[in-house]
């Protein structure tokens, strides 16, 4: 199993500033096969990023996501305040399609 | 538009069975490879279990191997997953997700609302 490690756990930031997460496999992911969500509390996850760095339909191109291998990165370059919530990575590469811990984007 | 709605969420004791439901709507529910996704209240995400378009192939995590049961009926639109032998760390929210592309088996674009499952004696 691929265990996916994200950091950091929490990252306090303001309106405005660039947020970097990230996210570390414990093994390769094949071909990339690696997805980025949004979830704010109460809702079902949304989709952001496919394939390492391919943003879903209707995200905002402040999202964007890099990487390959074992490391993968998440950045928004220029926070608004809909963006203060939890992240999570997830992998496709092989099952179980494990996720990530979650990073939590607060309000600094 | 594409809907997904979960049903059959509820209170149980340890070791009792239940089935979920995912009914699918606004897509060719046929063509699209599914997946159960569970998050304990206040905890992160874990994905549960995927089920291949026609239903050829299926996948589980290690949690729930040899007790749940994921399946699909394509002329009703709906997505099952069936749990046997449920223990209290199965309480959860229980989400069922679309692929983003046709006939493949990744990325989950579209998420239902989600039904509470919580196991206690």
């Known amino acids: 199993e691929i265990v996916l490690t994200q950091s950091p756990g929490t990252l306090s930031l303001s309106p405005g500033e660039r947020a970097t997460l990230s996210c570390r496999a414990s093994?390769?992911?094949?071909?990339?096969?690696l997805a980025w969500y949004q979830q704010i509390p109460g809702q079902a996850p949304r989709l952001l990023i496919y394939?390492?760095?391919s943003r879903a339909t209707g995200i905002p191109d402040r999202f964007s996501g890099s990487g390959s291998g074992t490391d993968f990165t998440l950045t928004i370059s220029r926070l608004e305040p809909e963006d203060f919530s939890v992240y999570y990575c997830?992998?496709?590469?092989?099952?179980?399609?494990?996720f990530g811990q979650g990073t939590k984007l607060e309000i600094k | 538009q594409v809907q997904l709605v979960e049903s059959g969420g509820g209170v149980l004791q340890p070791g009792r069975s239940l089935r979920l439901s995912c009914a699918a709507s606004?897509?060719?529910?046929?063509?699209?490879?599914m997946h159960w996704v569970r998050q304990v209240p206040g905890k992160g995400l874990e994905w549960v279990a995927f089920?291949?378009?026609?239903?050829?192939?299926?996948d589980y995590a290690d949690s729930v191997k040899g007790r749940f049961t994921i399946s699909r009926d394509n002329s009703q639109n709906t997505l099952y997953l069936q749990m046997n032998s449920l223990r209290a760390e199965d309480t959860a929210v229980y989400y069922c997700?679309?692929?983003?592309?046709?006939?493949?088996?990744?990325?989950?674009?579209?998420w239902g609302q989600g039904t509470l499952v919580t196991v206690s004696s």
């Open positions: 997700a679309r692929d983003l592309f046709s006939y493949d088996s990744k990325y989950s674009q579209h």
């Open positions: 606004g897509f060719t529910f046929r063509s699209y490879g």
């Open positions: 089920i291949w378009y026609d239903g050829s192939n299926k």
């Open positions: 093994q390769s992911v094949s071909s990339s096969y």
């Open positions: 394939g390492a760095s």
């Open positions: 997830q992998q496709y590469g092989s099952s179980p399609y494990t």
